[in-house]
């Protein structure tokens, strides 16, 4: 029988998805770039000012805080945010019922909306009337300003970031927890392996390839996440956590700089990418030179 | 040992949400109340008649379930036919394509909010139910995840269907669709908790009180001085629960789901 083969283009069923996704995505983009090349306020024309608004930036003291802010958060977040759900994923990996029920409990918080999220810690460090306030004096310490202190209320948001993304990261460790074979550890216990040996020289590496997901991620959704500060202290106290996106934010639409504001937004999305492909290609290196 | 560690550390992640809820059902007397009560005194529903009777809950709940709903039916579409498209089609370029929706995996409203908006005011869609719908239906990750799961659909179905004689349209409607229903049953449902939960699009498009979504009226309302707390609580524990709801019955699709590739967006 002659071999039937049909070839279709069906490109056609792409086109409503391509034309949402070149106004709402590429479009953006694009404009970003043009934008940061001129000076808008929304009322008056636009003027082009040529590279105006990148010499201001870099002479703008409190849009580098940002930067720096944004940092400080990501790197004080992505490593919480990592043994924490690594831990949660070591104990919740069995098909068990106990640990299907409790996996919702670390997972729901991603659920939260942001905004609740922010709400319900907001309350909770409440200088006066908070409950982690009243159990520290309850225990004879000074109330804490959890929110109004510089270095502290950094600290804060990012215990809160960590809530909303340990659960979701714990089920990437347990997928790939549960991929590793039950022959490595048996011929381990076979060896006289500790549990914490085989967790260091079986679990770790073998899980490289779900270590490399939950850091990029972390990293992404930390790096730009801006509702949570936005919620909690407004990027306050002074700019100690004005993180660039929300620098960003109050430049467009506080100030009405809408070509300076492009610019920043771009710098910011030139930063996230660099970051992104630096630890892809650690990661990559790692992998090539691994123990795998 | 391993269970009662799981069960202190569940404890410490459920704490905000138990204080919330506890104080939300307290008067506004007691919530300010030294030493605070752990459970209230007098159960109150004061906070909870007063977000209906004093602010429009009803009307952020409307506007909150429009969008989300209409958004969720244009975003499976989107994403199923493209998804299809992409994995079954033949045409030129097909895998740049492919590519420039990866690509744009890494591109959230946050970074791209000053152009947004000037896009979606030159459409006209400033202030308006349909700015919050329309620059959000396609969303990379669900493009992404149909992708994914059309690569997986053997082709001898479409291929059988080819051979009887049903043209393109037929082979996507009567085949393709009903192959699909896991897809577009994760797709619904994340779609819609994005779209209930999203603050960024809102917080940019809307500006007057009776466009509001649930989550721009509550950090609206935190702003404002001389709002009561409880309120503030009860309007917080209000708006998670259509999300939680949803989150226990799918649990599975959502823990297993998207987990694999998802980015929140």
Same mark, same amino acid.
Request: charged share 15%; aromatic share 16%; proline share 5%.
């Given at each position: 029988?002659?071999?039937?083969?049909?070839?279709?283009?069906?490109?056609?069923?792409?086109?409503?998805?391509?034309?949402?996704?070149?106004?709402?995505? *590429?479009?953006?983009? *694009?404009?970003?770039?043009?934008?940061?090349?001129?000076?808008?306020?929304? $009322?008056?024309?636009?003027?082009?000012?040529?590279?105006? &608004?990148?010499?201001?930036?870099?002479?703008?003291?409190?849009?580098?805080?940002? *930067?720096?802010?944004?940092?400080?958060?990501?790197?004080?977040a992505v490593p919480i945010i990592f043994v924490v759900s690594l831990i949660l994923g070591v104990l919740l990996q069995e098909e068990d019922r106990f640990s299907k029920i409790m996996r919702?409990?670390?997972?729901?918080?991603?659920?939260?909306?942001?905004v609740a999220a922010g709400t319900m810690w907001k309350w909770l460090f409440s200088r006066n009337f908070g409950l982690v306030n009243y159990i520290i004096t309850s225990m004879g310490f000074?109330?804490?300003?959890?929110?109004?202190?510089?270095?502290?209320? $950094?600290?804060?948001?990012?215990?809160?970031?960590?809530?909303?993304?340990?659960?979701?990261?714990?089920?990437?460790?347990?997928?790939?927890?549960?991929?590793?074979?039950?022959?490595?550890?048996?011929?381990?216990?076979?060896?006289?392996?500790?549990?914490?040996?085989?967790?260091?020289?079986?679990? $770790?590496?073998?899980?490289?390839?779900? &270590?490399?997901?939950?850091?990029?991620?972390?990293?992404?959704?930390?790096?730009?996440?801006?509702?949570?500060?936005?919620?909690?202290?407004?990027?306050?106290?002074?700019?100690?956590?004005?993180?660039?996106?929300?620098?960003?934010?109050?430049?467009?639409?506080?100030?009405?700089?809408?070509?300076?504001?492009?610019?920043?937004? $771009?710098?910011?999305?030139?930063?996230?990418?660099?970051?992104?492909?630096?630890?892809?290609?650690?990661?990559?290196?790692?992998?090539?030179?691994?123990?795998? | 040992?391993?269970?009662?560690?799981?069960?202190?550390?569940?404890?410490?992640?459920?704490?905000?949400?138990?204080?919330?809820?506890?104080?939300?059902?307290?008067?506004?007397?007691?919530?300010?109340?030294? /030493?605070?009560?752990?459970?209230?005194?007098?159960?109150?529903?004061?906070?909870?008649?007063?977000?209906?009777?004093?602010?429009?809950?009803?009307?952020?709940?409307?506007?909150?379930?429009?969008?989300?709903?209409? %958004?969720?039916?244009?975003?499976?579409?989107?994403?199923?036919?493209?998804?299809?498209?992409?994995?079954?089609?033949?045409?030129?370029?097909?895998?740049?394509?492919?590519?420039?929706?990866?690509?744009?995996?890494?591109?959230?409203?946050?970074?791209?909010?000053?152009?947004?908006?000037?896009?979606?005011?030159?459409?006209?869609?400033?202030? %308006?139910?349909?700015?919050?719908?329309? /620059?959000?239906?396609?969303?990379?990750?669900?493009?992404?995840?149909?992708?994914?799961?059309?690569?997986?659909? /053997?082709?001898?179905?479409?291929?059988?269907?080819?051979?009887?004689?049903?043209?393109?349209?037929?082979?996507?409607?009567?085949?393709?669709?009903?192959?699909?229903?896991?897809?577009?049953?994760?797709?619904?449902?994340?779609?819609?908790?994005?779209?209930?939960?999203?603050?960024?699009?809102?917080?940019?498009?809307?500006? %007057?009180?009776?466009?509001?979504?649930?989550?721009?009226?509550?950090?609206?309302?935190?702003?404002?001085?001389?709002?009561?707390?409880?309120?503030?609580?009860?309007?917080?524990?209000?708006?998670?629960?259509?999300?939680?709801?949803?989150?226990?019955?799918?649990?599975?699709?959502?823990?297993?789901?998207?987990?694999?590739?998802?980015?929140?967006?």
């Open positions: 029988m002659k071999e039937l083969k049909i070839v279709k283009n069906r490109f056609i069923f792409t086109i409503p998805a391509f034309v949402f996704h070149f106004l709402f995505y *590429i479009l953006p983009i *694009i404009l970003m770039i043009v934008l940061s090349f001129f000076s808008w306020d929304l $009322l008056s024309p636009m003027k082009y000012v040529g590279l105006r &608004n990148f010499s201001q930036l870099m002479k703008d003291k409190w849009f580098w805080n940002s *930067i720096i802010v944004s940092f400080k958060y990501t790197f004080l919702v409990f670390f997972y729901w918080p991603y659920m939260i909306p942001m000074k109330p804490v300003d959890w929110l109004d202190n510089p270095t502290l209320a $950094l600290f804060t948001i990012v215990l809160v970031q960590v809530w909303v993304l340990a659960g979701f990261m714990m089920m990437l460790f347990i997928v790939g927890l549960q991929a590793i074979p039950e022959e490595f550890y048996e011929a381990a216990s076979i060896d006289g392996a500790t549990k914490f040996q085989k967790f260091w020289y079986i679990t $770790l590496p073998l899980l490289k390839n779900t &270590n490399i997901s939950v850091i990029t991620l972390s990293i992404a959704n930390c790096f730009r996440n801006f509702t949570i500060a936005y919620i909690m202290t407004t990027g306050g106290p002074g700019y100690a956590t004005t993180v660039a996106p929300l620098y960003v934010y109050q430049k467009a639409f506080t100030d009405f700089r809408l070509g300076y504001a492009s610019a920043g937004s $771009l710098i910011v999305l030139l930063i996230s990418f660099v970051i992104a492909y630096t630890v892809r290609k650690v990661q990559e290196r790692e992998i090539e030179g691994g123990k795998i | 040992m391993r269970k009662t560690i799981v069960i202190i550390l569940a404890v410490l992640f459920m704490i905000p949400v138990f204080w919330t809820v506890t104080s939300s059902f307290k008067s506004m007397s007691e919530i300010y109340k030294y /030493p605070p009560t752990i459970f209230p005194k007098k159960i109150s529903f004061e906070g909870y008649i007063n977000i209906f009777k004093q602010s429009n809950f009803m009307r952020y709940l409307y506007n909150t379930l429009f969008v989300a709903i209409i %958004s969720t039916i244009i975003t499976v579409f989107l994403c199923v036919s493209l998804g299809y498209g992409l994995a079954k089609g033949t045409f030129r370029h097909k895998d740049f394509f492919t590519e420039i929706v990866v690509i744009t995996l890494f591109v959230t409203a946050q970074i791209i909010m000053v152009p947004l908006f000037v896009i979606i005011k030159q459409l006209g869609l400033m202030d %308006s139910l349909w700015g919050l719908i329309i /620059p959000a239906v396609f969303t990379p990750t669900g493009a992404f995840t149909a992708i994914q799961y059309m690569k997986d659909l /053997p082709d001898e179905f479409l291929e059988s269907a080819k051979v009887d004689g049903a043209n393109e349209w037929q082979i996507f409607v009567k085949i393709v669709i009903p192959l699909s229903k896991p897809l577009i049953a994760s797709l619904a449902i994340f779609s819609f908790t994005w779209r209930w939960n999203d603050f960024v699009l809102p917080l940019i498009v809307i500006n %007057s009180g009776k466009n509001f979504t649930i989550q721009l009226a509550l950090a609206t309302l935190q702003g404002q001085y001389g709002i009561p707390l409880n309120e503030i609580l009860a309007f917080s524990v209000m708006s998670i629960i259509p999300t939680l709801i949803i989150f226990l019955l799918f649990q599975n699709l959502f823990m297993k789901g998207l987990s694999a590739g998802g980015l929140k967006y």
